[in-house]
């Protein structure tokens, strides 16, 4: 029942994503997501995993939003475009996940099936062989064996940090701008002309 209240909102909330039209729903359909993701990584028992994945994943979502919607001036527009035509696309995608999931992965991978109840009676060995606690297992993988895939989206987000900060920076000669060192350094008397006669009379 438990996975079901979280797997559902999770699928519907990946679906409208790619189908939100304005900024703000998109930002906030994948905070949904990751929500959704982290409860269900605390029923599999990943304490660390569920407790990285909001503060992670949804602080990259809220710097980008900040940078890309808020610092720049985005004019939205509407594209109207039919939703039919990105239907075979996406129908292909989802028939290729599918088979992935039923048909490529092993029966034995799912013991809770009716045809695979002897699943059920097998002893997991490993664990009374070296008991490691989540944390250090997830950590002896990403840093022994996945450093190098652990350390490329970090650089990515620094390249697009930057980035955005560099885009921010750029000035551009159509906006009027007012340099205030070479204001101060005028001098008044030379600038300002002093008239010896009253304007009012003619």
Known sequence: MILSVLSSPALVSGLMVARAKYPVHSVSFPIIVFRDTSGLLLLLGLDFSAMIFPVVHIGV??????????????????????????LPVSGIIGL????????????????LLPTQTTSLRYTV?????????????????????YSVWFLVPRLILLVAMIGAIVLKM??????????????????SRRIIMRRTTDPLKV
């Not at 900040?66 to 001036?73: G, K, S």
């Not at 939205?76 to 990105?86: D, F, S």
């Not at 060995?125 to 064996?145: C, D, F, I, P, R």
């Not at 551009?172 to 350094?185: G, I, L, S, Y």
């Open 96 to 111: 290729i996940l599918w088979w992935e999931m039923f048909f490529i992965l092993d029966n034995e991978t799912i013991p």
């Open 61 to 86: 979502i809220a710097v980008s939003f900040l940078f890309v919607v808020i610092m720049f001036y985005i004019q939205i527009v509407e594209i109207h475009e039919e939703g039919l035509r990105y």
């Open 125 to 145: 060995h490993a664990g009374k062989v070296q008991s490691w606690t989540n944390l250090e297992t997830l950590g002896n993988l990403l840093y022994t064996y």
């Open 170 to 187: 750029h000035r551009t000669t159509k906006v009027k701008r007012h340099d205030v060192f070479r204001r101060n350094a005028i001098d």
